[in-house]
Structure formats: C-alpha cells, structure tokens
C-alpha cells in the first residue's frame, strides 16, 4: 500500500485502501463510497490507456458537476494523463478552442451537453469521445457504462513522476483567448496539504461545495474531502436555495465554500426567512473579496463556525487566508500566506516595498505553476526569477499593502480582469464575441460595482455606419460564445466613444464618462 | 398573450437572447440544457412575480415548479387558481 502520495491519485488510492466503505460522495443522483469511486477511476484509466491514451497526454473532461465528474479525474490521472476539465456552460467554440490549444486526445462528456461537444468535436477527427451513460449517442461516441464493465478495478501501472503534469486548469486572462495554467502532481500535492493544514480537514467532516470541478477553489472541495478522508455533498447550483439549504440541514454538513455573490443571496433570504446551519464548522470565502458588512449576517448563518477569508489565483490556487480569529478585526484583510508559502510585496523593479506601502503582491513556493500551456512569452512576464538560482516567483496581477503584523489589504487590479459572481471574466474575450457582429464598429467591456455580483459586466458599443443591431443581438451573440457569467448585464449603443490623447479606446476613460449611463439602463 | 406565450417570450429574450421561436421547448429543463443558473432563476421568480401579481413562496421555489415552460405554466395557472379561491 502507498504510504506517502507522491501523485495526485495516490490520494485516492490512500483513502481507498483505508476506509474503503466510507462515503466519498453525495451528489444529486448518488452516493459513492472510496472503493466506488477508486474502482471507477480505475476502469476509467484501463479504459483510456485501451483508446492510447499515454503519459501526459490530456483528456478533457467537460461534464456537470457529479460524481462521475469527480472521478474521472482521478481516472485521467491513473491512466498517466493530464486532466482538463471544461465548466458545463461553455459553448461549442470555446470548448473547440480549449479541445484545440490543450491538444486533447480525448474527451470524457455525458449526454445531456451533446448539443455543446457535439458541433466541437466534429472539427476535431481523431478525439476519442466517451460518454457517461445516455440511450443516443452521437456516431462515433462510445457509452462509457458499457466500455467500463469489462475493465479491472486495479490501478494500472505508474510511469509519472510528481513533476509530471497533472492538471491543465483553463482561465480567462488579459487576452482575449482563455489560458492552460500548468499544474503538477507536486505542485497540487503540495497546495492541497497546506490547505488541509489550516482548515484543519478530518475523516468526520462533511464538505459541502456549489463551486464547479472546474474551477481551482471548486476542485479543491473535492481534494481536500479525499486527502481528508472525509465526504464531499456536491451540488449542482445554487438555482434552487431552499433545496440546497434542506440538503446542508438532512446531510449535517460540517464545511461551506462559497463566493460573495451566493453569500450575498443568501442573505437576501435570511433577511426573509430566517436561516441557521449549527452544525458548520468550516466556512471559507475566495474568489473574490468578501465585503466586510456581510461578516456579521454569515456569523448569525453559522453561529458555531470559524469564518475563513482566502485569496487565491489559478497559477498557484491559493496564497493568502486570514486567521478566521482576526475575522472582525481585521474585515478587510486576507491574511498571510498559506503554510509553507511566502508572499512578497515589490515594485515593478522587483525590490521590496516599505512597510505600509503598496507593492505587486509575487508568490513564493511549491505551490506555483509550471507555467501557461504553449505561451512562454506569457508565462514569463508571470513566472519572474526568485531568491535562488534556477527559482521563480509568480507575479500576481494584484496590488496589496500589508500591517505592522504582516498581514496583507488588496489595493487593486493590475489589470483589467473582471470579477463577476466570483468567476473571471476577461474583457477581452467578451468584446471578441461582441466583434463577431459586423455592424459592430467598436466594443468597450468593463466592470461596474453590482450588490449582488460584485462587479456585473458592462458593453459600450459604436456601431458602422447604418447599421443596426440591438442590445438584445449583441447579448445574444455573446451568449452564443460564452458562459453565462460573461454575457453582459448591460449593454450601451453610443454614437461614439471616447478616445485618450493617444487616440486609443479607454476602458478607464469610458467608465468614467458614461458610467452613469449604466445606472438608468438598469 | 396567455400565460404560456408571456413566458415563452420573457424567457427567449432574456436568456436565448433571440424571438426564434424554435430554439425553446416547452419541456426542457433550465438548468440541465444549461440555458439558465442561479441567478437567472431567480430573475425569473420576480418576473412572474411582477407578471403575474402573485407572490411565489420560498418553500416553491423548487425545480418542479419552476425547471421548464410547461411547470411554469401550471405553477402560475395553480397560483392562480388558489388566488381565486381564496378572493
């Protein structure tokens, strides 16, 4: 038996052999336990490595948020591959996209999103797809239910080692396309059991998670359960509250991970229909910044819970949380780094900043990136040279000041990103979508404060000469490329719009100018 | 309009982006053909709500009630109905 994991599937193989009859997970339709899941992923693997899939190959797997969706991952990973999984409300270019750039070999989907894959894949002739279950399956799509009874329930043999790639985890950035963030066995082992240290994670806890596989602080929800040996109640949305409250009360959930906006909601609700959970333990906000007025309604939610602000990134999933004693006291700050972590604050020319001062928050550990796939340009102006010879430090997009005590307070942005019910959202990439109309001349995205989505997403759009085209088709056309989060919330039809001394479109300058527009068109 | 072609209506502009009729069945569900999520659902509570001028319960708000066109209707005919019977 392993003892020690030196692979990101090892955990499960841990927890497998330990506790195999203890529940992994709850999931709208079932409840798995450690050998059920293991010996899924197993068949998985077995099943991939048939179909030529190799070390460090990637599989893209592009499902709801279940529990075949959690295992697969560990399925990818025992078949040596790198797993990339895809948000279930991504449509059909993007997914093409990322089958495109990750290279994928093969895609592990479920038929209710064959309307989605199904146009991607047509480009792409030498993807293998299976399927999890469905009656009919698109030509050339195998159903995985009937390929996975035939296969053994025993890990195949191991060639990777912990500096191979685990996990390519797309994210919107700065440009218009989204980015494979590199991730390693090591450096997700790494991260996982720092996390596991400070939330102080045991085989009793019951995590509860809205958050999609896809996304860091979602499948560390998932991790974080395995390694623990505890259960994951993993839901698909936060849709429909009250379901959601009555499945945290029936399945006595000890752990809640969420963002501002469903704090928000929730709220919302307690302000009408009082709520309570005493049996939480474990409360954790990332994401995006928790608004300190909310700090006293989530303590009247989970009266009995210590309350964790986190801060994290992608390229490094998690850098800072703030000791949840320090919660009222300090509401605004995120804390420190994770354990075994270091965070830096320096200036451009990368020399440390007084004490006070604000500084471009660079992190330092185990935990970083690798690197973004296929754009070492890019993946340079983040991963810049650290403390030793051969080192690198992640430059994170933020600015931050920090106190006396060391704790840190973010400033702002060093870039456009925008944060909308928690996701990114790259304006970039929304004002391609809105591009692919003709009659669109110019397009403007940004940000705009929203109570509820923290920031909701804003188009200001020029259009050609005599043409036309409304609001309602240009939001169309972005809900035909994008996710739901980055469809604009507004959208603005403007004569012109303004321009710098340079003669160049400023988002900063558009806000500043028409901002207010935004308040009559909602 | 009737109750069925008012929410047609609202759901094809406000989330289908579009008044191409075919692209919305009566029977599909929201959240499983990814058409709407969280906080749409409840953008569409308050239309019905506005709509409607009837008050939907916390203890409705439930993917039976609310998940499709067709459980919107009878959710909103049922509503109705109760409204009446009470006047």
Redesign the interface.
């Known amino acids: 038996m392993i003892a020690v994991p030196r692979l990101l599937q090892d955990i499960l193989l841990i927890t497998a052999a330990r506790r195999p009859q203890h529940l992994a997970l709850v999931s709208t339709d079932a409840r798995v336990s450690y050998r059920e899941v293991a010996d899924y992923a197993c068949r998985l693997a077995h099943a991939l490595r048939a179909r030529g899939i190799q070390r460090g190959d990637r599989v893209v797997v592009f499902m709801d948020n279940g529990w075949q969706c959690a295992a697969a991952i560990f399925g990818v990973l025992l078949a040596g591959g790198v797993f990339v999984t895809v948000n279930?409300?991504t449509k059909a270019r993007k997914l093409a996209f990322i089958l495109r750039d990750s290279g994928a070999r093969a895609l592990l989907a479920e038929p209710?999103?064959a309307?989605?894959f199904q146009p991607a894949v047509e480009q792409l002739p030498d993807l293998t797809v299976l399927c999890a279950g469905g009656e009919e399956l698109p030509a050339g799509v195998e159903d995985l239910a009937a390929i996975l009874a035939d296969q053994p329930a025993v890990p195949p043999a191991q060639s990777a080692i912990g500096l191979d790639l685990a996990a390519l985890v797309y994210t919107s950035g700065t440009t218009g396309h989204p980015k494979g963030v590199m991730h390693t066995h090591q450096s997700l082992l790494f991260v996982l059991d720092s996390i596991n240290q400070y939330l102080e994670f045991s085989q009793e806890d019951r995590l509860f998670s809205i958050l999609p596989l896809n996304f860091g602080y979602g499948l560390f929800q998932w991790l974080s359960a395995v390694r623990a040996g505890a259960t994951l109640v993993l839901e698909?949305?936060?849709?429909?509250?009250?379901?959601v409250f009555k499945r945290m009360q029936d399945e006595g959930v000890t752990s809640f991970a969420s963002v501002p906006?469903?704090y928000a909601?929730m709220l919302a609700?307690d302000a009408?229909?009082p709520l309570c959970f005493p049996s939480l333990r474990v409360v954790t906000n990332a994401a995006a910044a928790l608004p300190a007025e909310f700090i006293p309604g989530i303590r009247r939610l989970f009266p009995q819970a210590r309350l964790y602000k986190m801060y994290g990134q992608t390229e490094c999933i998690r850098s800072a949380y703030l000791d949840p004693a320090l919660a009222e006291i300090k509401p605004d700050s995120v804390g420190r780094a994770i354990p075994g972590t270091e965070l830096l604050l320096l200036d451009e020319r990368g020399r440390s900043v007084a004490p006070g001062e604000v500084g471009i928050l660079h992190v330092r550990g185990p935990h970083l990136m690798r690197g973004y796939w296929n754009q070492p340009e890019k993946t340079a102006e983040v991963l810049v040279p650290g403390l030793l010879a051969g080192e690198v430090l992640l430059k994170s997009g933020d600015l931050f000041r920090q106190d006396a005590e060391g704790d840190l307070y973010f400033v702002a942005r060093n870039d456009e990103i925008i944060k909308s019910?928690g996701e990114k959202v790259s304006p970039d990439e929304v004002e391609n979508a809105i591009y692919s109309l003709s009659a669109v001349r110019e397009a403007a995205v940004v940000g705009v404060p929203d109570p509820?989505?923290g920031e909701a997403v804003c188009a200001f759009v020029t259009l050609r000469d005599d043409a036309q085209v409304t609001a309602?088709?240009i939001?169309?056309?972005?809900?035909e490329r994008l996710e739901?989060?980055m469809v604009p919330k507004y959208v603005l039809i403007l004569p012109e719009l303004p321009r710098t001394l340079n003669g160049k479109l400023s988002r900063k300058l558009i806000l500043q100018q028409y901002g207010a527009l935004i308040a009559k068109a909602a | 309009m009737n109750i069925e072609k008012k929410i047609r209506c609202y759901i094809l502009e406000n989330f289908l982006f579009t008044d191409d009729e075919s692209v919305l069945n009566n029977d599909a569900s929201f959240l499983g053909a990814g058409l709407i999520d969280s906080t749409g659902i409840l953008e569409i509570i308050l239309f019905i709500e506005e709509t409607f001028d009837l008050k939907v319960f916390d203890e409705e708000m439930l993917p039976d009630n609310l998940d499709s066109v067709d459980k919107l209707v009878a959710f909103v005919k049922r509503k109705q109905a109760a409204m009446a019977a009470a006047a």
């Open positions: 279930c409300q209710a999103l309307r989605v698909r949305s936060f849709a429909y509250p009250v379901q906006t469903i909601m609700h009408k229909y019910r509820v989505l309602q088709q939001k169309r056309a972005c809900g739901n989060y």
